[in-house]
């Protein structure tokens, strides 16, 4: 352990590299750039290029690449080596700023949503100085951001950076009325990964878990998650040899890797790393996802990151844990000062204004095949967006909007007056593991999205949202100052929560009696992808965006478009992996169960006339039984999917596959499982769950 210091950060060319080996001038031209967001010149570029190339090579790289997100949600790269031919047979090793600031992939073979043609094949990635160059698998990675010839954004980092920047300009507005002045206001993001670990040889004999990444069937293990044991338990040996490699990679890689253990679902786990800058905390994740997939096979192991991968326990999330500073300032924090106090309920405020605005939108960020499978149960919050405050934070909005005195938790009575405003406690209240969206102390921790999602969707609409809340503020504060901004700052908070009261729910998101509690107050329940998609071309939607630069109408729509096609593209996968299954592994399987059982039965009428062979022939029955069902089932499936697999309304196609194909496959799926535990182990055709997730 004594070698973490050493280690950390040292495939990253991070800020202490670069004061090491730029010259004094250009490490602060490129810290404006980096911490100011000034823009950066060709020159500096050039300075930085050949330090970044001397390290890169010292470090064993050979080729570099600018390290992008296209709309597919993964990473993209592209190799280039520093080699470069001198003419006299010998070669020299080259890196230009040109080079580092900008590249040109092919564009036409990435989604685009229509924005691009195949013949329109050319695309930019330009360098993004705020997240750090890394190298990995020698091979110096440059993050860059990824656009169309013609400067439309093809990529996830593009929006996010825009969105960044928009609640940078309007944080700065609110804090300049509190005689706040500062350089940079930053969102900061801890991502908590959760994922699962099974055996190669499972996984082998699973086709789909290989083409869905979930198991399209399988009955419930004997034993799940229901005696609590595997949570936080000891990690098995070849696990905890995976997490040690995982985290001494990602340790090079300057990612903080913080805390691991075991999740609450047999094979399941997870990793924390400490808060950063929302942007590099995106691409650290990124990275992570990857190290993870890649190393698990050091091991005999796979990794899952499906957000749904077994049926019946928990599924996987990623907790987006969000929150909004300048410097060493938290300001979700509730401070130690009266006006902090104000400063924090004017963030607070907005967060909930943000949220309720645009719980559709927010929902739709997470939306996608597999965590229609995950949301609504096993620790999973519902697909109704709400707010978790707790019991101190609760009862404070409660005596704001109704106008009446606040005790807090030390049974203290304090007017909610301009001047005594209350010393707030951070974390006075338990955790709601059924909430979308809580505060927990001095962030807030957005629960929905699943295990495999790039969190830069759901950043990038938190922080335009969040823009939009306190613009409003500081447009109708502006000219105010003293006790008359005081007042009219606590009146503007009482009025904005009376209006979004509705979106704040401490109860139980399971209940059945929320849905209809949420439908009352007016709040959306877009329970699928198909039926959340829509809220991203909502007119609301794209206004927002384009008053804040976000996005453009058309950037809007493109992705709702790679979003749609994704889902239908997906769910085809899912129903033809589904149908092949079904007819060359499951039903040969059940069919060669069912003739051995009756020739048994021959078998033993032939060999005892008279014998009684009625729970053989019951058996025989059953088994008989369920083939019957399960080609009842085959045959409704192929032929709805048949006659919606042509349309060309992606929306539509959507809508059929959400609401029609779904029930049908719970219903082949319910047929072919209900026959894993009839017919005899031996002759059946897959590991099952009792093996998968059992394995030693």
């Not at 030390?410 to 974390?427: I, T, Y």
């Not at 059924?434 to 001095?442: E, I, K, L, Q, R």
């Amino acid at each position: 352990m004594s070698k973490i210091p050493e280690i950390y950060g040292s495939m990253v060319f991070n800020e202490h590299t670069m004061q090491e080996r730029l010259p004094s001038a250009t490490y602060k031209d490129l810290m404006r750039t980096i911490k100011k967001g000034e823009p950066l010149n060709l020159e500096v570029a050039n300075v930085v290029a050949h330090a970044m190339k001397e390290w890169a090579i010292e470090k064993g790289a050979t080729h570099y690449t600018h390290w992008f997100q296209p709309l597919s949600g993964i990473t993209s790269e592209k190799h280039d080596s520093f080699l470069d031919p001198t003419g006299d047979g010998r070669a020299i090793m080259s890196f230009s700023g040109k080079e580092l600031i900008q590249g040109e992939p092919d564009a036409s073979s990435f989604p685009s949503g229509g924005l691009r043609a195949t013949f329109e094949a050319r695309g930019y990635t330009a360098w993004d100085p705020t997240s750090y160059a890394f190298i990995k698998d020698e091979v110096l990675c440059i993050p860059t951001a990824f656009c169309s010839y013609t400067g439309e954004a093809l990529d996830k980092k593009t929006p996010l950076l825009r969105s960044m920047s928009a609640i940078d300009e309007q944080s700065k507005r609110v804090l300049a009325l509190f005689g706040e002045h500062v350089d940079r206001v930053i969102t900061t993001v801890g991502a908590e990964q959760e994922y699962f670990l099974i055996s190669e040889k499972d996984y082998a004999k699973r086709s789909d878990l290989i083409m869905t990444g979930r198991t399209l069937f399988g009955y419930s293990p004997l034993k799940g998650q229901e005696l609590e044991e595997h949570y936080f338990g000891a990690i098995r040996p070849t696990v905890n040899e995976f997490m040690k490699e995982l985290d001494s990679e990602l340790w090079k890689l300057g990612v903080s890797a913080k805390t691991k253990h075991n999740e609450v679902a047999p094979a399941q786990h997870e990793l924390a790393p400490l808060y950063t800058n929302g942007n590099r905390a995106i691409d650290e994740n990124l990275l992570t996802m990857e190290k993870m997939r890649l190393l698990a096979s050091h091991y005999g192991l796979v990794c899952l990151q499906h957000e749904k991968p077994f049926e019946g326990i928990n599924g996987s999330g990623k907790h987006n844990n969000w929150s909004i500073s300048a410097g060493k300032t938290n300001f979700l924090d509730p401070g130690e000062t009266p006006m902090d106090n104000l400063r924090f309920l004017v963030f607070l405020t907005g967060v909930i204004q943000a949220v309720d605005d645009y719980q559709e939108l927010l929902r739709m960020t997470v939306a996608s095949c597999g965590n229609d499978h995950r949301l609504g149960a096993n620790e999973a919050p519902p697909a109704i967006v709400s707010i978790f405050l707790g019991d101190e934070l609760g009862a404070i909005v409660d005596a704001l909007v109704d106008d009446h005195e606040y005790t807090s938790a030390e049974k203290v009575a304090v007017d909610l007056g301009v001047s005594v405003l209350p010393n707030f406690l951070k974390d006075n209240t338990d955790r709601n593991r059924t909430s979308p969206f809580a505060f927990t102390g001095n962030k807030f921790e957005f629960r929905m999205p699943g295990s495999a999602v790039n969190l830069a969707d759901c950043n990038m609409v938190l922080n335009t949202a969040m823009a939009k809340s306190l613009k409003d503020f500081a447009d109708a504060m502006e000219g105010k100052s003293g006790d008359e901004f005081e007042s009219a700052a606590i009146a503007y908070i009482k009025e904005t929560l009376k209006k979004h009261q509705r979106i704040i729910f401490n109860g139980n998101g399971y209940s059945d009696e929320w849905p209809a509690e949420a439908e009352r107050r007016g709040l959306a329940n877009n329970r699928t992808t198909a039926d959340a998609l829509p809220a991203y071309v909502a007119e609301k939607s794209i206004k927002l965006f384009e008053e804040f630069n976000v996005l453009t109408e058309v950037e809007a729509r493109s992705r709702y478009e790679v979003k749609l096609e994704k889902y239908t593209k997906l769910m085809n996968i899912e129903v033809r992996t589904m149908k092949r299954m079904t007819r060359r592994t499951f039903l040969p399987a059940i069919n060669k169960y069912a003739t051995l059982v009756a020739n048994e039965i021959n078998e033993m009428k032939a060999a005892c006339a008279g014998i009684d062979t009625s729970v053989q022939d019951q058996l025989l029955n059953t088994v008989v039984d369920g083939i019957k069902e399960i080609n009842d089932a085959l045959n409704e499936l192929h032929a709805a999917h048949l006659a919606i697999r042509d349309l060309t309304d992606e929306q539509e196609k959507a809508n059929k596959y959400a609401h029609e194909i779904v029930p049908m496959m719970e219903r082949l799926r319910a047929g072919v499982d209900a026959m894993e535990i009839v017919v005899a182990h031996d002759l059946w055709p897959v590991p099952t769950y009792n093996d998968i997730l059992f394995y030693c």
